[in-house]
């Protein structure tokens, strides 16, 4: 319609609502791998159609799916979250709105076999407060306050190549306001660790050298987090944060954990 009018300049920005999967029984991890190329057919899809105008890709609210269950609630959810904030970035997304910000309680309204959970950030009390963080408050908190840098100020995306691991992990990387590299990492084999060696092109792009310390590395994975399945009475059986650790000059092979994010900082190659 604005195409045929000569209207698309008038566009400011171009928003959508990002909820992949309508079922979300059964492979759960194998749905989250289905989810990149979702998003880079979305995002294809969307700057052909309102070409050239290219007005800025906005996503005004993404989650697992529109339909509740437990999935929402358990690790995977993490998973997503990370995989869909990284991706959309990095192909030149403008910003990303999660759903879900109030505390709640499990529910289910689609699929029995989905089971009952919900997006939230907390799990809600008895009296609708706030009680139980939920793996996309860890996971929001690590985005923006460790792979990115908080404060507004700018940083640049880099294109990532993952080589090897059958596309079970994949790598989001930029540069922070304070100089230093971040790079984002999500396992999402359930069952199998990966070990992952770090490195960056050169600006003339003939020689790949690693990254350089001091560094430190943030990881979340099912040591501190696990969901008890029991209907509306569905909890937290394990809810820890993820494990910070320090890292020298040297930053070696790091191990991925299964059903991981990883977020790894540190100084760009000398």
């Known amino acids: 319609y604005l195409a045929g009018r000569d209207a698309l300049k008038e566009l400011q920005f171009l928003s959508f609502e990002h909820y992949p999967f309508d079922d979300i029984c059964g492979d759960t991890f194998g749905k989250l791998r289905a989810q990149t190329g979702m998003m880079s057919d979305v995002i294809r899809r969307l700057r052909s159609e309102a070409a050239p105008a290219l007005p800025p890709l906005v ?31 990095s192909e030149g997304g403008q910003t990303a709105y999660l759903f879900g910000y109030p505390p709640n309680v ?16 907390f799990q809600a009390d008895a009296d609708g407060q706030a009680k139980d963080p939920m793996p996309s408050y860890f996971t929001a908190r690590m985005l923006s306050g460790d792979w990115m840098q908080a404060g507004g100020r700018p940083h640049r995306l880099y294109a990532v190549t993952v080589e090897g691991g059958e596309g079970a992990v994949t790598a989001y990387a930029l540069t922070r306001p304070d100089g230093r590299i971040g790079v984002l990492l999500v396992n999402r084999d359930p069952t199998a660790a990966a070990r992952v060696t770090l490195a960056a092109v050169t600006t003339q792009g003939r020689e790949a050298r690693p990254l350089t310390g001091p560094g430190k590395v943030i990881q979340y994975s099912p040591v501190q987090y696990s969901w008890v399945s029991d209907g509306p009475n569905s909890h937290p059986g394990l809810d820890l944060p993820p494990t910070r650790r320090s890292l020298g000059r040297s930053l070696g092979p790091m191990v991925l954990p299964a059903s991981s994010i990883t977020v790894m900082v540190g100084a760009p190659p000398r």
Do not use: K, T
């Open 59 to 89: 996503i005004s609210e993404y989650g697992f799916s529109a339909f509740s269950g437990r999935a929402m609630s358990e690790l995977p959810s993490a998973l997503l979250m990370a995989d869909i904030v990284g991706q959309f970035l």
């Open 106 to 121: 499990p529910i289910n309204q689609h699929q029995a076999c989905a089971g009952y959970g919900n997006m939230m950030l």
